[in-house]
């Protein structure tokens, strides 16, 4: 399969089904080359496509789940194993310190509550969990908000798309804006919080 295919949720979905939709949450969010992945649309389309069969909805609320939160537990494992070497680590075609830099500036706003709202960002949601170990979160602490940020995140796209195919007439006709409309709007909270905490700095 290429990498175009590899990020095209509909071709996913169709070749892999609810196992390879599994995987591949699992590989975004556990693996440091996993952030481009498309996650959200990714959740999204799994839940509109549900009610075709093409993948089971009951086993991917459970099995999504369960794959984020075991990737966030991997890649805080990488991240405690490696430490400050990842940040001296030299730019690859898998690899770029700037992703590290844009976690690093969400942990610098958010603290802890990261790992939760990193889930709704791309990229972010790949390298906040490393960041975690790097920073020697308290495994207790980071894994109560893992747990928080992989229900909130796997539920509520799968459930959406499942929704929007549900009352919809014509769905496939608006599934690519209403996804890109899903991405704004599942990035709004973090935002906010960003400019809020900018607005109180200044």
């Known amino acids: 399969m290429s990498i175009s295919a590899l990020i095209n949720p509909e071709i996913i979905i169709s070749t892999l089904g609810t196992i390879g939709v599994i995987t591949i949450i699992f590989l975004e969010t556990g693996a440091f080359f996993g952030f481009f992945f498309p996650g959200d649309t990714l959740l999204f389309t799994a839940g509109f496509l549900s009610i075709h069969g093409y993948v089971s909805l009951p086993v991917l609320l459970i099995g999504a789940c369960i794959a984020a939160i075991v990737g966030d537990t991997v890649g805080y494992a990488f991240g405690k194993k490696i430490g400050p070497a990842l940040f001296t680590k030299e730019n690859s075609i898998f690899f770029d310190k700037k992703h590290i830099t844009r976690a690093q500036a969400f942990y610098e706003v958010y603290g802890k509550k990261t790992i939760i709202f990193a889930r709704f960002l791309p990229v972010i949601r790949t390298f906040a969990p490393i ?72």
Do not use: Q
């Not at 790097?134 to 796209?157: D, K, P, Q």
């Open 131 to 202: 960041l975690a170990g790097v920073g020697n979160m308290e495994y207790r602490t980071f894994f109560i908000f893992n747990v928080i940020g992989a229900c909130l995140w796997t539920w509520s796209m799968l459930l959406l798309g499942f929704a929007f195919g549900s009352v919809i007439p014509n769905p496939d006709r608006y599934i690519i804006p209403v996804i890109v409309v899903i991405i704004i709007i599942s990035a709004l909270p973090a935002l906010r919080e960003i400019f809020k905490k900018r607005k109180d700095i200044h």
